[in-house]
């Protein structure tokens, strides 16, 4: 599915959690909670596909669409934080459903 999300082309600001529909919310964060299981077991487990969460991650982090280049060297800690951030920030998808949202994240926080 990552293959086909195109939200980054639209900016930075169509990459929050709050900006992103529902179907692509649950995607993510099954993606990324998948991906935190395995790293947590001690699993490289290749089937986990977090690329386009990785991508939103590195745009964020990098300040620019990844149509621009990468304009900094970014670090593996730097990405991991912002992975947790976005992660975070994917609990939007409960809020959506229950009105009850723990934080109310934007580009100054998300990474």
């Not at 939103?56 to 951030?85: C, F, H, T, W, Y």
């Amino acid at each position: 599915m990552s293959n086909h999300w195109h939200g980054l082309a639209r900016g930075l600001e169509a990459a929050l959690p709050r900006n992103l529909p529902t179907r692509w919310l649950r995607v993510f964060t099954r993606d990324v909670a998948a991906f935190r299981r395995a790293k947590e077991q001690g699993k490289d487990d290749s089937a986990v596909d977090i690329a386009a969460p990785l991508l939103v991650v590195i745009a964020l982090i990098n300040g620019a669409s990844p149509l621009d280049g990468v304009k900094a060297e970014i670090s593996d800690a730097q990405v991991m934080e912002g992975l947790a951030r976005l992660e975070r920030g994917l609990y939007d998808v409960v809020g959506r459903e229950t009105g009850v949202y723990i934080q109310d994240y934007n580009l100054d926080n998300i990474v």
